[in-house]
T-cell receptor
């Protein structure tokens, strides 16, 4: 158990819909990262927050957004969903910005 | 941009040693990582090495780092069937604003033959 909690574990929805994925980092970790894992793209970095502030953006679509709340949990919002958004979405956390990242079990998103 | 490369498949017999190799591109990474992903599961941080080290040993795992060649390897001694998984190599180059997001290889699928 990494100490990073992601909910829900599975999400099935339709094209055009909007979903919210939730992540609770390990106790004491200030940095939260979101990654997407798909068969064709592999593991790709989406976005990072540190103590409530956005610090870096990767290959994140404009339809996707995220935030980190004062209690340090984070949410990833995906809107206008397309079939190609089907993937495993991981959250990771670390104590500082250049420290080992610990991953949650992921949320598997299936778009029908 | 960054590109981490590793072979896609490795098959070994139970009890033998496994060696998974990786090449990375960015020398600014403070740490280099190995993650393990079992079927249907998340990413487990297996081990990592600080960039100023050449070797790190942790029980059955040995990580070797050759900074000159930007080559990282993971050796698993006495490989067991429970080691069957996908192993990801990752670098953490500095990307500005204090951020060090991970760049992953495509993963090496290790199959252990009983």
């Amino acid at each position: 158990d990494s100490g990073v909690t992601q909910t829900p574990k599975h999400l099935i929805t339709a094209t055009g819909q909007r979903v919210t994925l939730r992540c609770s980092p390990r106790s004491g970790d200030l940095s939260v990262y979101w990654y997407q894992q798909s068969l064709d793209q592999g593991l790709q970095f989406l976005i990072q927050y540190y103590n409530g502030e956005e610090r870096a953006k990767g290959n994140i679509l404009e339809r996707f957004s995220a935030q980190q709340f004062p209690d340090l949990h984070s949410e990833l919002n995906l809107s206008s969903l397309e079939l190609g958004d089907s993937a495993l979405y991981f959250c990771a956390s670390s104590v500082g910005q250049d420290q080992p990242q610990h991953f949650g079990d992921g949320t598997r998103l299936s778009i029908l | 941009g960054e590109d981490v490369e590793q072979s896609l498949f490795l098959s070994v017999r139970e009890g033998d040693s496994s060696v998974i190799n990786c090449t990375y591109t960015d020398s600014s990474s403070t740490y280099l990582y190995w993650y393990k992903q079992e079927p249907g599961a998340g990413l487990q941080l297996l081990t990592y090495i600080f960039s100023n080290m050449d070797m790190k040993q942790d029980q059955r795992l040995t990580v070797l780092l050759n900074k000159k060649d930007k080559h990282l390897s993971l050796r698993i001694a006495d490989t067991q069937t429970g080691d069957s998984a996908i192993y990801f190599c990752a670098e953490s180059p500095y990307s500005g604003a204090g951020s060090y997001q991970l760049t992953f290889g495509k993963g090496t699928k290790l199959s252990v033959i009983p």
